[in-house]
Nanobody, 118 residues
Framework: EVQFVESGGGVVQPGGSLRLSCAAS????????MSWVRQAPGKGPEWVSS????????DYIDSVKGRFTISRDNAKNTLYLQMNSLKPEDTALYYC???????????GGQGTQVTVSS
């Protein structure tokens, strides 16, 4: 069974930082590009960032470029998202998902809540 366990979210002031983690299981993690997807209250899911199998290529939605960094550790089956200079508009439930530019949270995914507020 494919499973993702996201962690690292929290409440932070504007300008603050968080590091999200996603522990993956039930599939060969090192064989898939991976993505972060977020969903803000009352809005649809939004693709945030993707990384290729070996981590050599990454991509970001324009609104987070220069502030967020995606990375992965294939030995630990874990995906990361370092988020700096956080803004209130980054407030959302963040999920990890398989695939390049995936914009759909995985079925049954719990996500991790990020709230940016003063």
């Amino acid at each position: 069974e494919v499973q993702f366990v996201e962690s690292g979210g929290g409440v932070v002031q504007p300008g603050g930082s968080l590091r999200l983690s996603c522990a993956a299981s039930g599939f060969t993690f090192s064989m898939y590009s991976m993505s972060w997807v977020r969903q803000a209250p009352g809005k649809g899911p939004e693709w945030v960032s993707s990384i290729t199998i070996g981590g050599s290529s990454t991509d970001y939605i324009d609104s987070v470029k220069g502030r967020f960094t995606i990375s992965r550790d294939n030995a630990k089956n874990t995906l990361y998202l370092q988020m700096n200079s956080l803004k209130p508009e980054d407030t959302a439930l963040y999920y990890c998902a398989r695939g390049w530019r995936s914009d759909t949270p995985p079925s049954g995914g719990q996500g991790t809540q990020v709230t940016v507020s003063s």
